[in-house]
């Protein structure tokens, strides 16, 4: 049997549920015996690739950016985790959601700026209506709420996965 | 005076007086029903909706906290369809306003939490509402923020009815509702305020807090304000 083909990332998100993975200490050479991680963070791979089993995304989607990899990626791979608070509920970076971003933009980069005033433009891709969780725009087959998840949470879902089950979080797990 | 009333809770006999809901008589026997708006000695008032129980004979579902306890009454307390409709009024507390568990005084020590956690409420199924809200830190000791509130009324009941200052009202209606104090006053300049802190102990939410306190920090004591009640005789 070949290794499961696994990819994460990241949209809006502070990276904290990234480092809760990393926080399973030896269980990630469990993971690594069978998995390849074929796109994330530390991975060099530039777009999202085709055939992958499991993706695991971190973060609300917020802008343009967010949305097109949220896209590809379900459309890409078979099972799709949506892992911490922010990609399960939207979490802190909905609490803009009560702003119009043009509003929120020019009291950060105009009012706000000391030097330089100007929504910047160039680079970056344009904010959404609103920070929305990972299920409003995609697919999700799997949640894993925390903020961030316990090390223990994650280890538990994706061993279940790799195993090619469904794992059952039921009442394991709270926001938050 | 005494006489015993015939109730089953999930097909066992319990213990039950007139005068009882059938909340107080499932709680007496240590049965289980959850329940948000329900506070040991405050008027039930049915606000929930989490306390929905089935009682044979009956077709619609009602709510255990202000239905009295009849002779030759069986209620049921758990069941699938029981399960649903609790996930529900959970998930749909979660989207009308803005629970950010993350950065919330009281996550870890928050009714609503727990309740989501207990009933395996792994995410909302309905689109967030995300309204914008005001946070009323202008009285000296204590902050409301409306962001976390979720319309018990405890705080009304234990200012009105124990307190007896009532400084707490809902003003609105459906969606529109909000928490005010004094005719719509701010909280620090609210005159009937006594700053006795009963509705903070009441709040199941982070939506009442003490100031000073940082995220999960907060914790609260309700039984306080039900043992108030108790110590007067349940007047």
Redesign the interface.
Known sequence: MGKVRLGTCWLDGCSGCHMSLLDVDEGIVAILNKADIVFGPLVDAQEWPEGVDVAVIEGAVSSQDDLKLAQQARARSKVVVALGDCAVTSNVPSMRNGIPARKLLERVYVEGADAKPGIPADGVPPLMKKAVPLHEVVKVDVHVPGCPPKPNAILLALSELLEGRKPDLGSKLRFG | MTQKLKVRIDGEFVPASPGQSVLQVARAANKYIPALCYMEGLTAVGACRLCMVEVQGVSRLLPACTTPAQDGMAVTTTSPQLQSYRKIALELL?AER???????VS??HCEL??L?????V???RY??N????AVDTSHPRYVLDHNRCVLCSRCVRACAEIEGAHVWDISGRGIQSRLVSELKRPWGEARTCTSCGKCVQACPTGAMAEKGWGV?EMTKHGQVVSRLTAMRGGR
Do not use: K
Not at chain 2, 98 to 104: S, T
Not at chain 2, 116 to 120: S, V, Y
């Open positions: 979660f803005n629970h950010v568990c993350a950065v919330c996550s870890g939490q727990a989501a956690q207990d009933h395996g792994t995410y909302v689109p967030y995300y309204p914008r809200l999960e």
